[in-house]
Structures are given as C-alpha cells and as structure tokens.
C-alpha cells in the first residue's frame, strides 16, 4: 500500500510538472478547494455530492440528465487548468467546454473501458476526432487544458492529445459528466488549479 500512494505521489508531481510547462503565463496559481468546486455544480437538487477534506464527490441522481459544474469567473487572455478526476462507474461522458463570444467550443471524452476517442466540436460541428489512451473508471487521470492566443491544448497524463485554434474573447469554462441511463455517473475529482 506504501509503494503505491508513494507511485501516486510521483506520478502526480511529475504530471503536474509538465502540464505546467504548457503554460508560459506569469500569474498567480489558484488552488480550487473541494468545497469551492461544490459552489460551481449547477441543479445541485438533481445530484448526490460529498465535499471531502482533498476532493469533491458528485453522482447524478435517478432522473438527472447530466452533472454540470460552472466556473464562476470568465477568464481574459491566457490561462491554463489542471485536474485529477476519477470516474467510479463504468463509463461516464465528460464534456469541457469553452464558451468565447459567440463560439461555443467542446472538448468530449469517454471513460470507458473499451477505449476512449477525443472529439473536439465548435458550435455543434466536429473539428477534430482521435484516438487517445484508454480512461478506465477507479483510476485518477490528470486533465489539462490550455488556452495561449488562439491556440488551445487538451491532455492526459502531461501529454498532449489535442490542439486546435480557438478565439481570444473572454472565456466562461463549464464541465459535464453524463452516464447511462441504468449506470449513473458519478466521479471524484481533486487537486484543481488554475492559472492566469
């Protein structure tokens, strides 16, 4: 059991590390606690959630569509976000998506155990489509997303995945998490920070 909190650890760090690389801006770094995620989740009546000392625990409840979480704030000019979820059913829908003026930007993957495609929408029309590494539930991954200029990166585990070109207007961030119908989604999520 020691040897793998002490391979989590690492894995964070070394994760975190390079995420950060991504972003060459000088602000300062947030760190988003487990109850102040709790304050972005939109329709809490139609969710199950648990504010832990590390980390935010949120289910959808019978009859719920979805899970969405609401960054509060519209970020200006170039900020960077990075994450550790994990999904603890056996497939989730997770939608990240950047709303700029008029554009509507969306980032979609799959927990899933039969593998995972990223798909990258504006407004509604596929962009890009390609495979990535499998996201399996009971396992934390590190998310990450960037936006420099126009330029917006999206990826896993500290490496890249997905690069498209988006617009410079400032940004509101909203996340979704949708399961099945018979299978809930329900996820735990930790360790958020922002940069800007």
Known sequence: MKKYWMAVIAFFVLGTGVAAL?????????EVSAEEISGWLQNPEQNVFEIGKHSFYVQEAIGSQKIVLRYPSKFSGDFGL??????????????????????????E??????????????????????????????????FSLVRQGRLFRFGIDGQAFLTAEINSFPATLLMEIQGAPDDPAAVEIMDWRIRS
């Open 109 to 142: 993957m799959h927990f899933a155990e039969e593998g995972n495609r990223l798909r990258f929408y504006k407004n509604k029309m596929l962009m890009l489509e390609k495979e990535a590494p499998r996201i399996v539930p009971d396992v934390f991954y590190l």
């Open 22 to 30: 991504w972003f060459t801006g000088r602000g300062a770094v947030h």
């Open 82 to 107: 990075d994450f550790q979820m994990m999904s603890l059913t056996r497939s989730a829908i997770v939608r990240l998506l950047i709303k700029t003026g008029s554009d509507f930007y969306e980032t």
